[in-house]
């Protein structure tokens, strides 16, 4: 049954007398706990909090001594008792409440500064179950949201950050807190604790092989505020997951000027694909509007980009550009020579921070690492309502998985030329097809609604390539074809084909299956399915 409200209006300002903290992470926390004594303000705390005040030269009253009960079972319980409690939640204009108080000798507590146990940090060492479990905060959040709860009497602090907010407010208020800033603090506290109850609910799914658990919940921390969304009418921000993968969201920005929304989005998208080729072989990813529009491979990432510029020089132009390793000097100069919007990398030569710092509205972001694109993760999009959540497609494709469906063969340099294709075409917005000739793209159609015309866009993109290299032919002729899904009818296959294919990679899977295959024989090229569809929308 729900409770209701007494309706007894909140005071704007409220003395803070009592102070209860209890810090896991003690950054500031001596220089801010001198503050609010020099304020008069009394402190109470537990724990190896207590011992460092205690070591700074403040006088604390431990939170055993209010409670009467000491600290038992290796420190689970220590705050949670009526003591405690009944400071946090007691409204003190209620008569019925300030008699309770009085008869128990339950005196008010004005501001809490409490943050939780360690938890994900400790689960990203690698702690086993049991350590995981133990950093688990139970009185942590029960402090946190009685606090919340009752910010009408009690304002609650519980990231570091804004400490100098609140001492700030203190002197402001000649030592109380007002209404707004404990209504702030009390919703930076609820979302705070929903952070940590999402992050120790995914971690129990993952122990229990269950990705898609019954109630999911997912939650972020607000890195920065962005200019605007996809729009200048759209407002957005930019939110750090739980998740520890490498990319735009761990990456360290070098230089240049604030990400925009669009850019965030690019990066991750150029990134993620960019990391399917591991650091073996340079590789560079050009994006635009989260599709690639050139990637290859090479002896160098200056070739590397070379290659995957000359894909589609126009569309390159104010792109995002990704690389599997460290950026050298002679990447840098290349890429530079055009207007480039981002370039990620796992790390950066000084010479080419050097050369890249000639550019300060270019960013530079490094990441320390590749991400994994066979790691275990989840993808949430919204829908109205509600939430679409998958696992991340994390599917790849070997030389051992494929079928050759056709009479012709294909021959090794096919084949290796196939798996590079279907591996970008995995990462093109459906449909996708992917021309590729010698490690490199050198036609990409995408998103269109039929097959047949992303085939004919990425056959007209070659050709434009051509003619802006001045080449005699397009780079199609002699190329092989990824597609991310089955072909439904010959059409598409056959539109490859005219552009010059000589090999086809695909899911295969279609009703039609044996009219394409026939459809391949008589043009006389090779074929493969990989049983494996990319869609991805």
Excluded at 469 to 482: D, K, Q, R
Aim: glycine share 8%; charged share 20%.
């Amino acid at each position: 049954m729900s409770v209701k409200s007494k309706n007894i209006p909140a005071p704007d300002r409220v003395p803070a007398k009592r102070a209860l903290i209890s810090v896991s992470d003690k950054t500031g926390i001596v220089g801010l706990a001198q503050k609010l004594h020099a304020a008069g303000i009394q402190l109470l705390s537990t724990g190896g909090t207590s011992k460092a005040l205690t070591e700074a030269g403040l006088p604390v009253t431990d939170v055993s001594e209010v409670t009467g009960f000491p600290e038992i079972m290796d420190g689970r319980v220590k705050t949670l008792h009526p003591a405690v409690h009944g400071g946090l939640l007691a409204i003190r204009d209620d008569t019925e409440h300030a008699a309770a108080m009085k008869e128990h000798s339950i005196e008010a507590i004005d501001l809490v500064i409490v943050n939780l146990y360690p938890f994900e940090e400790t689960v990203a060492s690698g702690a086993d179950y049991a350590n995981a479990v133990e950093n688990i905060d139970i009185g942590g959040p029960a402090m946190i949201r009685a606090a919340a709860k009752n910010h009408a009497y009690v304002a609650i602090v519980t990231d570091p950050a804004d400490y100098d907010l609140l001492t700030a407010e203190l002197e402001t208020g000649a030592g109380s807190t007002g209404l707004e800033f404990r209504k702030k603090m009390a919703a930076q506290a609820y979302a705070m604790t929903a952070r940590y109850d999402s992050a120790i609910s995914s971690w129990f799914a993952a122990q229990m092989n269950d990705p898609l658990p019954r109630t999911f919940s997912i939650a972020g921390t607000r890195a920065e505020v962005l200019r605007y969304g996809e729009n200048p009418h759209q407002q957005a921000a930019f939110y750090r997951s739980q998740e520890r993968r490498p990319g735009v969201a761990t990456a360290e920005q070098c230089q240049g000027k604030q990400l925009s929304y669009n850019n965030i989005n690019d990066t991750d998208a150029a990134f993620e694909l960019v990391s399917e080729f591991g650091t073996a072989t340079p590789a560079i990813a050009i994006i635009k509007h989260a599709n690639p529009c050139g990637v290859a491979t090479g002896s160098s990432l200056a070739e590397a980009y070379r290659k995957a510029f000359a894909c589609d020089t126009v569309s390159a132009f104010g792109g995002i550009i990704a690389a599997n390793r460290e950026l050298d000097a002679e990447a840098a100069t290349e890429i530079v020579k055009i207007f480039t919007e981002v370039i990620i990398a796992p790390s950066a030569s000084e010479e080419a921070k050097a050369i890249i710092a000639a550019k300060p509205n270019l960013r530079l972001l490094v990441t320390g690492g590749l991400a994994d694109p066979a790691a275990p993760g989840v993808a949430v999009k919204t829908v109205s309502g509600g939430l679409l959540v998958q696992n991340r497609d994390n599917g790849r494709t070997s030389a051992s998985d494929l079928k050759v469906v056709t009479e012709r063969q294909p021959t090794g340099h096919e084949l290796a030329d196939m798996l590079f294709a279907f591996r970008v075409a995995k990462h093109v917005k459906s449909n996708a097809i992917v021309y590729v000739k010698d490690g490199a793209t050198v036609g990409i159609g995408a998103g269109q609604m039929s097959r047949v015309d992303s085939s004919r866009i990425a056959a007209r993109k070659a050709v434009d390539a051509a003619e802006t290299a001045g080449a005699g032919e397009p780079a199609t002729i002699g190329s092989v074809v990824a597609s991310d899904a089955f072909f439904p009818f010959a059409d598409g296959l056959l539109s490859a084909v005219e552009a010059g294919a000589t090999a086809v990679i695909q899911p295969g899977g279609s009703m039609r299956d044996d009219e394409v295959i026939a459809a391949a024989n008589e043009a006389g090229i090779a074929m493969v399915f990989t049983g494996m569809r990319h869609f991805r929308h």
